[in-house]
């Protein structure tokens, strides 16, 4: 199967205090992709807040089966440090991944990543 950039996220800009979740969307381990690489990417605009990819190893997750997921973490709580591009990498054979964030301010323009 050849790789393919799949979106989680776009143009979300609702500030609040209150923490979101992308929908869920099939990882390397739904695939039988074992240890693959994931690179993501957060394209943002004056982003203030918190984004971290979750993942889980069900086939049929409910909410409490998800993790964090390490080196996918972005927090910026102050607005003269606004962030516009964030990417990391993780290897993992995660079934589902999805992204949770917080938006203080600012917009996220869209969330995606590639396996």
């Given amino acids: 199967m050849s790789s393919r950039i799949y979106k989680l996220l776009e143009n ?3 500030s609040s ?14 695939y039988a992709k074992s240890d693959t690489t994931t690179s993501v990417q957060y394209e943002l ?10 993942g889980t190893l069900l086939e049929e997750p409910g909410p409490d089966d998800w993790s964090d997921i390490s ?5 910026t709580e ?18 589902w991944i999805r992204a949770k964030y ?5 917009t996220i323009l869209t969330i995606s990543y590639i396996h």
């Fill in 45 to 54: 605009d004056s982003f203030v807040g918190k984004i971290v990819f979750q």
């Fill in 71 to 75: 080196n996918t973490e972005l927090l």
């Fill in 17 to 30: 205090s209150e923490t979101y979740f992308s929908e869920k969307s099939r990882a390397a381990g739904f």
């Fill in 102 to 106: 917080r938006v203080f301010d600012g």
């Fill in 78 to 95: 102050d607005s003269s440090l606004s962030v516009s591009s964030f990417v990391s990498t993780f290897t993992g054979n995660f079934v």
């Fill in 12 to 14: 979300y800009s609702d």
